[in-house]
């Protein structure tokens, strides 16, 4: 008998525990959703890498947006609306929005990543790693290959930037090659990094086959007997490369 009426008073405190954790889990759920955002942490999250956009810029971006959650109620908070609102800025590339217990909201952000500069009679801009134009803030970023001259945008974006992503996995021109002049979509006349000798390409096709011919006459001749006072290399023709004082 005493048994089973321990066993009854050990089943009762179990079942009155789950209830109090199940009520006390809604009672938190509704008060949390219910109770005002107090706090919204923006964060940066490749700032050491680049600086185009900060935290406070884009807290008045979304404030002038009518997107700014702080005040709002948890449950009103749409962090899609928010996502959606940052990647309308000019330097936001991706953004992730989420809501924590007690009023706070947290946002992440990532910038968007220029890989080819643009200084051209149509204006001056940066491509980023999706092809899409961007601004540029600032300084330019002399990092990065530079494209002037008779530059159209669908060209930056298209086959250019196909060149320069060749140039920049490239172990031996990435470094070397610096500009890319268009004079005229038939003549390219690339810019030495520490060298006054031009490279005269032409027209952009066959470039890999161009400057691997180039190569060659760098590494297994001007490196042996020391470079001439060219002041430009012709690529233009077959099977030669063509010197000029």
Not at 91 to 115: D, H, L, N, T, W
Not at 118 to 141: A, F, K, Q
Not at 218 to 224: C, F
């Amino acid at each position: 008998m005493k048994k089973m009426v321990k066993k009854i008073l050990i089943s009762t405190a179990a079942v009155v525990c789950c209830m109090a954790v199940v009520g006390g889990g809604v009672w938190c759920s509704v008060v949390c959703k219910s109770s005002p955002c107090t706090q919204v942490c923006i964060v940066v999250k490749d700032s050491v890498k680049r600086q185009f956009v900060d935290a406070f810029e884009l807290e008045h971006y979304l404030k002038r947006n009518a997107c700014y959650p702080q005040g709002d109620s948890m449950r009103m908070v749409d962090c899609y609306a928010i996502e959606q609102c940052l990647l309308r800025h000019d330097m936001v590339r991706k953004a992730e929005c989420y809501k924590s217990p007690f009023g706070k909201v947290s946002i992440a952000v990532s910038q968007r990543v220029p890989v080819l500069a643009v200084v051209s009679n149509n204006g001056c801009y940066y491509v980023d790693s999706d092809r899409r134009v961007m601004p540029i803030r600032g300084e330019l970023d002399h990092r990065l290959h530079v494209l002037k001259g008779a530059v159209t945008e669908r060209a930056a974006r298209e086959e250019y930037f196909d060149f320069v992503g060749w140039l920049r996995d490239n172990s031996y021109w990435g470094e070397r090659i610096c500009a890319i002049h268009v004079q005229t979509p038939k003549h390219l006349v690339l810019t030495q990094e520490g060298l006054d000798a031009k490279i005269i390409l032409g027209e952009l096709d066959g470039y890999e086959a161009k400057l691997t011919k180039l190569r060659k006459l760098y590494t297994k001749g001007l490196d042996q007997i020391g470079y001439p006072n060219y002041r430009e290399y012709d690529l233009r023709y077959a099977k030669q490369v063509v010197g000029r004082k």
